[in-house]
C-alpha cells in the first residue's frame, strides 16, 4: 500500500462508521466492501449500465402464444 492514515470509527444509528479522509476519496456515490479475515477493502462500485444489466439476464425458456397482428383501426383526418 502506498499511503496510510490512523482514522477514527464511530458510531452512527446502529452502524459502526469511519470517515474517509480526502486524500483517499472514492469516485461516484457507491462503493463495494469485502471482508477477508479481519481485514476490510473498499473499492469504488463499478458503474452499471443497461447494456451491462442486460448482458447479465438469462434467456427466458418458456414458450409465448401468438400474437395476432391485427390492421391499424383506421385514423379519421
Same mark, same amino acid.
Given at each position: 500500500? @502506498?499511503?496510510?492514515?490512523?482514522?477514527?470509527? !464511530?458510531?452512527?444509528?446502529?452502524?459502526?462508521?469511519?470517515? *474517509?479522509? $480526502?486524500? !483517499?476519496?472514492?469516485?461516484?456515490?457507491?462503493?463495494?466492501?469485502?471482508?477477508? @479475515?479481519?481485514?476490510?477493502?473498499? =473499492? /469504488?462500485? =463499478?458503474?452499471? $449500465?443497461?447494456? @451491462?444489466?442486460?448482458? @447479465?439476464?438469462? /434467456? *427466458?425458456?418458456? =414458450? !409465448?402464444?401468438? *400474437?395476432?397482428?391485427?390492421? /391499424?383501426?383506421?385514423?379519421? *383526418?
Amino acid at each position: 500500500m @502506498g499511503s496510510e492514515r490512523h482514522v477514527k470509527l !464511530f458510531r452512527n444509528g446502529r452502524n459502526q462508521a469511519v470517515r *474517509i479522509p $480526502t486524500e !483517499f476519496e472514492l469516485p461516484g456515490e457507491d462503493a463495494v466492501m469485502r471482508r477477508k @479475515g479481519d481485514r476490510l477493502t473498499i =473499492e /469504488p462500485a =463499478e458503474r452499471r $449500465t443497461l447494456l @451491462g444489466v442486460l448482458a @447479465g439476464l438469462q /434467456p *427466458i425458456e418458456a =414458450e !409465448f402464444p401468438p *400474437i395476432e397482428d391485427a390492421p /391499424p383501426d383506421p385514423v379519421e *383526418i
